[in-house]
């Protein structure tokens, strides 16, 4: 009866694979139970989960949002088997058929080898908490040496990472006190479309805003400063363990790999009174950023009448149709927009979710 | 047979392999590859690869290749298909070999 122990392994156990409904309680409170059990937690912003089941019991399970992979996990009693590697397969491939062939993923450290095996490649590391991968083998280094192409020579070089969503004059005077202080200053302008403006109209804005200073280049931040990959939680509500995360590895890359491309050696910063996240964001900077020779400056909001210019305050004045306050808050080319027929989904939108 | 968009065929399972051809724009067959048998059988997997593309006319292409482990004939079936796709062709006359 030596076979015995074999016998049992060799048995084909049949599995099935099976996509969870998000709509459905059911199906929601199953997975999220199964994450649970693996120390995992279910975020809200997931497209779609998928599960391999035997008998109707989770054994294995993997999720994407937007280009992140998430929430891939596989029972402990089924490992080893290959079943992440069919679970990734899927993803990869139902991913590759939405044309988003560039994917991310964060992980503990203690699984960097999993999915190094399954074609994924570490691009940054916070140590002992995690790390980042993507799965384009050199999709960081294309970046950077883009990037690189217009570096700027110079003593003092700026950054500044910013949103502008819409583009205020509390925006253009921190660009300006910025370029009025170095020589040379680079705008990582946030590409993710999860802001109410459009990118390429805040890329616009920004641009026509900053055309009489010579010293200032505005860039894409593309995938890897303060992304829907690099830094989920900006965009999501997540407890305050996973934001921690997120920023100090967001700012580890920026650190390590975004700034030296560019010779920078200072990073900007309105005053953040206001937003838990970007206030926390802020306090990482101060802490991680000096060891990689980056200056963090902390500037006072500039203020109009009753409180600070801040893009929050324009979306309230839009949602009331106060143009003559408007005009006092926004440079001339975000007003002109503002009035313009383009802007009209967008206005409402913002009124939308302000009634 | 020219590279348009990026192709994959296969799978990460064991005994398998992901094939991912698409466009090269440095021009030329760029091969990399990734093999849990890389040491044993590397060299190997490369001649197939190239010799399969030369057989399909494919002068440019990035070829990535995830391999668990694959036969040859999985690593040519796959290598097909991937590129097949990565050409934009569906409609696909397999001859007789």
Redesign the interface.
């Known amino acids: 009866m030596i076979y015995t122990s074999i016998n049992i392994k060799a048995e084909e156990r049949i599995l099935d694979l099976r996509s969870i409904s998000l709509k459905s309680k059911k199906d929601v409170r199953i997975f999220t139970e199964f994450l649970n059990s693996r120390d995992l937690e279910m975020d809200d912003d997931i497209d779609y989960a998928i599960v391999l089941e035997e008998n109707e019991k989770i054994v294995a399970s993997g999720a994407m949002s937007g280009s992140v992979l998430k929430c891939i996990a596989v029972d402990r009693n089924y490992e080893g088997e290959?079943y992440i590697?069919?679970i990734?397969?899927y993803l990869?491939?139902k991913a590759?058929h939405e044309n988003s062939?560039h994917l991310f993923l964060f992980t503990k450290p203690e699984n960097e080898a999993i999915f190094s095996?399954?074609?994924f490649y570490g691009i940054a590391k916070v140590d002992g908490e995690a790390i980042l991968m993507e799965n384009m083998?050199n999709g960081l280094a294309d970046y950077l040496e883009k990037l690189s192409q217009k570096k700027v020579p110079g003593d003092k070089i700026a950054s500044i990472v910013m949103n502008c969503n819409p583009f205020t004059k509390g925006h253009l005077f921190l660009i300006e006190k910025t370029a009025a202080e170095n020589d040379h200053v680079h705008i990582f302008l946030l590409d993710e479309n999860r802001s109410l403006f459009p990118a390429d109209v805040r890329m616009d804005l920004v641009k026509k805003g900053t055309a009489h200073l010579e010293n200032v280049t505005v860039h894409h931040s593309g995938q890897y400063v303060i992304s829907a990959a690099t830094f989920p939680s900006y965009f999501l509500k997540d407890s305050e363990r996973i934001i921690d995360a997120h920023g100090r590895m967001d700012l580890t890359l920026f650190r390590d790999r975004i700034a030296p491309a560019l010779g920078i050696n200072r990073r900007y910063v309105g005053e953040e009174p206001l937003c838990p996240v970007t206030s926390h964001y802020n306090g990482l900077m101060a802490e991680i950023l000096p060891s990689g020779g980056i200056e963090l400056i902390v500037i006072k909001r500039k203020e109009q009448g009753d409180g600070v210019i801040s893009a929050s305050r324009v979306r309230k004045l839009i949602a009331r149709d106060d143009f003559d306050a408007i005009a006092e808050l926004v440079p001339p080319a975000t007003l002109h927009y503002l009035k313009s027929p383009q802007a009209e989904p967008v206005i409402k939108r913002i009124k939308g979710l302000n009634t | 047979m020219r590279i348009v968009k990026r192709g994959i065929a296969g799978t990460l399972e064991s005994s398998d392999v992901m094939i991912t051809v698409s466009e090269n724009t440095k021009g030329g067959i760029e091969i990399d590859l990734k093999s849990i048998v890389e040491k044993q059988f590397g060299k190997q997997i490369r001649t197939v690869i190239r010799e399969k593309m030369e057989e399909l006319d494919v002068k440019d292409a990035l070829v990535e290749v995830n391999d668990k482990g694959a036969l040859d004939c999985t690593i040519k079936a796959r290598l097909e298909a991937a590129a097949y796709r990565a050409a934009g062709i569906q409609h696909v006359r397999w001859e007789e070999k």
Request: glycine share 24%; charged share 30%; aromatic share 0%.
């Open positions: 290959g590697g069919k990734v397969t990869l491939l590759h062939d095996d399954l074609g083998k």
